[in-house]
């Protein structure tokens, strides 16, 4: 191998090895953002393939288990993809003899990159989004909070929507409070979230499709993006169908709970998360 080759496959590492560890970083912190997107591309094409091929991740894995199955093909694309960027470097300086039309070794990097399809055709957007309003209904043994949504509101959505073409990650996030206001303890509480398509459902009592959230009496959990994910019990299809819709639709949060301890579940800081693909 030639120096340049040498050298363009070390910065090349080097950057690839700092993609990772941001990745990894994101990850634990439950926000993914420039650096998992920056991971992904520099382990192009192979990373698309193998996400247009491979399943989807089992949701009750843990999440050491589903930080290794993704970081661990990645890690591979891009040792494949340092030879690749050290052959393009060894060939260009055969193909230079001249010290006067050398090209520096970031430019070589950057030809590298496009001759092998990492081509910036696609980005990730994070988007978190807040409900437009509130709509409190009584049943008998169940209360229902309908969180109505709007993603018109949200500049992340807004700036681009022309340009979605998928969702690679959804959750919901916020507290969750058991307050019994005094009242003798009373059992368990259980929180779930239906996912309508409608901003006004037509009906409350629909399956869940997240949850439960289990609390017992003065009792507050809060939920972060990591776990807002794994509560889905389904496919959200019906979310990312409207995410990458009109935008609008409604979240309805079902509490359950009887007598003595009335009243059901507080809910604050509510919001969707999502990962927008755009072109």
Known sequence: MTSWGRRAAR???????????????????????????????????????????????????PMAAGLAVRMAPLALFMLLNAAIVAGIAAR???????AASRIPLVLVMFAAMLSNGCILTSRQVVMVAEPVGVTEYFNVGVR????????????????????????????IMGGFAYPTG??????????????AEDPVPKSVLEPAGWGPVRLDSDQSHRVEWSEGQRLFTADPRTLRRQVTGDGRFSLVVQSYWSAPALGGVLVSDFHVGAVLETK
């Not at 090895?17 to 992904?40: V, Y």
């Not at 993603?151 to 807004?158: E, G, H, Q, S």
């Open 11 to 61: 910065i090349y590492l080097l950057v690839a090895g700092l993609a990772l560890l941001a990745m990894l970083a994101e990850t634990l912190l439950g926000h993914p953002g420039t650096g998992t997107m920056f991971a992904a591309i520099l382990a192009a094409p192979w990373s698309m393939l193998a996400a247009s091929i491979l399943p989807p991740l089992p949701r009750d894995w």
């Open 92 to 98: 260009s300086e055969r193909d230079v003899r001249s």
């Open 144 to 171: 229902a909070l309908v969180y109505e949504f709007d993603l018109a509101n949200c500049a992340a959505w807004r700036d681009h929507r022309g340009k979605l073409s998928g969702v690679t990650d959804l959750t």
């Open 182 to 195: 005094g009242l003798p303890p009373g059992p368990t509480l259980n929180v779930t979230i239906v996912i």
